[in-house]
């Protein structure tokens, strides 16, 4: 499949927050000229307005143009008012694109009158072109458009395509919410180190430092497992081993923690798309 994005059309991006300004940001690295993305926001925020400025994009109130892809990027909460607001610019050629979570296909369907949608599920480390995301194609949408969509997510890393439109709730409980999980590990290794006696500051930069490490490791040695890094730190008897009796405990290990918080992801997704 095609990775550029040169060749693609007017791209409209529906909501310029932390998700859509985390992707745009690989879009115009990948390709894409500014002229082809627009920016359709009420009430954009200073890193918006400051990325749209550096770049020249246009930062329009609504969409005023037919697109080739529109991408929405806003909260679930005010899916239906956008679906009014955006209906009449689709056309017969535009693929709508979308990352909003819980919503899906059928409901975009009826709300946007086209068929030609791909779901998505993406996560923020896209704006570093290291995201993950995962997408489920609707039933119209033909293999161009798969082309298409799957241009714009790779410009923001990883791709994993899925059948059955539920397992995105699943991504989401994993990969979607995944980076807040792990930028709470990290306050949490810091609260830990600052009550055994650690300056603050010195804690965090440790905590920090050690996931940044740890997560550029991984990403250096694709060949080793996270059970092997694990491993490689973990001297017989030594003191990672008296540590880890404690985190991988079974039960209430943080297995089973991060089980409960998946699961509460994955309702929470259920949820809001029933609402
Ligand atoms: N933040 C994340 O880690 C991820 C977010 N998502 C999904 O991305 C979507 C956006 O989330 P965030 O970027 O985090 O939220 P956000 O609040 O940062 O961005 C939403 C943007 O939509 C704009 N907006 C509000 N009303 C609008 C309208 N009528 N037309 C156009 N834009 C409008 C807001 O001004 C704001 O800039 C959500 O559906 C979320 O589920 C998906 C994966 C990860
Ligand atoms: O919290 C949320 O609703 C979105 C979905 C995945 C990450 N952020």
Redesign the pocket.
């Known amino acids: 499949m095609s990775s550029t994005l040169s060749g693609v059309g007017t791209v409209v991006l ?9 992707m745009a940001g690989g879009w115009l690295e990948s390709g894409l000229q500014a002229e082809k993305l627009v920016l ?6 200073d890193a ?1 307005l400051a990325f749209a400025s550096k770049h020249g994009l246009r930062i329009a ?2 969409v005023d143009i037919e697109p080739s892809v529109l991408v ?5 909460q ?2 239906q ?2 679906f009014e ?2 209906k009449p610019a689709i056309g017969e050629k535009t693929l709508v694109v ?6 899906s296909i059928e409901r975009m369907s009826a709300g946007l009158g086209t068929n030609r949608i791909v779901r998505t ?4 480390p896209a704006q570093i072109g290291k995201g993950v995301t995962g997408a489920v194609p609707g039933p119209a949408a033909n293999a161009a458009d798969r082309d298409i969509a799957e241009a714009l997510l790779m410009a923001a890393g990883d791709v994993n395509w899925f059948n059955t439109e539920s397992d995105l709730d699943l991504v ?1 409980a994993v990969s ?2 995944g ?2 999980y792990v930028f709470h590990l990290v306050e949490a290794m810091a609260a830990a180190g600052e009550r055994l006696g650690l300056p603050e500051d010195v804690s965090m930069r440790l905590a920090r430092g050690t996931v940044i490490g740890a997560a550029a490791l991984m990403d250096a040695d694709r060949e080793s497992s996270a059970a092997l890094l694990r491993q490689n730190v973990t001297s017989p008897n030594g003191v990672t081993a008296e540590a880890l009796k404690v985190l991988m405990r079974d039960p209430d290990g943080l297995t089973d923690l991060m089980f409960e918080t998946a699961q509460a992801a994955k309702a929470r997704s259920e949820e809001l798309g029933h609402d």
């Open positions: 529906v909501g310029a927050g932390k998700m859509g300004m985390a359709v926001d009420p009430t954009p925020g918006t109130e609504r929405l990027a806003v909260k679930p005010i899916i008012s956008v607001q955006v979308s990352v909003v979570a819980a919503i599920m993406p996560n923020t989401t979607g919410c980076p807040a």
